[in-house]
């Protein structure tokens, strides 16, 4: 059940090679991307499938994101060693693994109380140490604030005020914005105190973020 085997490592370098096709550049977060077992985080149903580079469904109407969107959004994070990085909508923790090979410090929060709870189980199995929450994570994490990065893997319909202002000065977040949808990637560092840049990059499809700072229920 939890086997990472010689033909599962030989499907996760070609899908590594596929990804650097198609732009992914930051040798690091291919390393993480060719070491995380990505069919450990996929339903028995769905694990033929692990290897390619699609969303899948992982419950509860949710989804594992594909992992070109992974490395993508990984490698605009620019994550170094020992941040302390955020990610909002842990889903499968398949994401928060990948983080986990660039920075032992990781928080991901789940709103999904099913999810969270089958998620925190296959961490602990997984021996992977993040620290994760079950809530709203559109209001980010005040009690652990501030981050030196913060990762949104659910379409937001605008910029959530309180996770730009859990970011330290220096910091950046990776969020997908738009309507129910489409979305544009967003990368927002904070200059200063009150000064935020931000740069909009490719179209993407999420699911929604939910919550007080997201998308009403
Ligand atoms: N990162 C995940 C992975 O690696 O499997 C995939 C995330 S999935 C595309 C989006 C997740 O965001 C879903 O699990 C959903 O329940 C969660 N979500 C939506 N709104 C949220 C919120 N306000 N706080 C925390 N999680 C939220």
Same mark, same amino acid.
């Given at each position: ?6 033909? $599962?490592? !030989? ?11 198609? !732009? ?9 991307? !060719?070491? &995380?077992?990505?069919?450990? +985080? ?6 033929? $499938? ?5 969303? +899948? ?21 620019? &994550?170094?060693? !020992? ?15 990948? @983080?986990?090979? @660039?920075?032992?410090?990781? +928080? #991901? ?6 999810? =969270? ?9 997984? $021996? ?9 994570? #559109? ?7 501030? =981050? ?15 996770? @730009? ?6 910091? #950046? ?22 000064? +935020? #840049?931000?740069?909009? @990059?490719?179209? =993407? ?13």
């Amino acid at each position: 059940m939890h086997a990472d085997t010689y033909r $599962h490592r !030989g499907l996760r370098r070609a899908l590594v090679e596929e990804l650097r096709r198609k !732009g992914i550049r930051d040798e690091r977060v291919l390393t993480a991307i !060719g070491t &995380v077992p990505r069919h450990l +985080f996929f339903e028995a149903a769905f694990q033929p $499938h692990a290897y390619q580079d699609k969303a +899948f469904p992982i419950g509860e109407g949710q989804t594992i994101s594909q992992p070109y969107t992974v490395a993508y959004q990984t490698e605009l994070l620019q &994550v170094q060693p !020992g941040e302390r990085v955020l990610e909002i909508g842990t889903g499968s923790g398949y994401q928060c693994c990948v @983080l986990l090979e @660039l920075t032992p410090h990781v +928080f #991901s929060i789940e709103y999904n109380q099913v999810l =969270f709870e089958r998620t925190a189980r296959r961490l602990a199995t997984l $021996h992977r140490p993040a620290h994760l929450f079950c809530g709203d994570g #559109s209001l980010g994490l005040p009690q652990h604030a501030p =981050f030196d990065k913060i990762l949104v893997t659910a379409g937001s319909p605008a910029l959530p005020r309180p996770l @730009l202002r859990q970011l330290r000065v220096g910091g #950046s977040l990776v969020i997908p914005v738009g309507d129910e949808h489409t979305q544009r990637m967003v990368r927002v560092v904070r200059e200063s105190e009150e000064e +935020f #840049s931000r740069q909009v @990059l490719e179209e =993407f499809r999420f699911v929604p973020l939910l919550g007080q700072a997201g998308w009403k229920e």
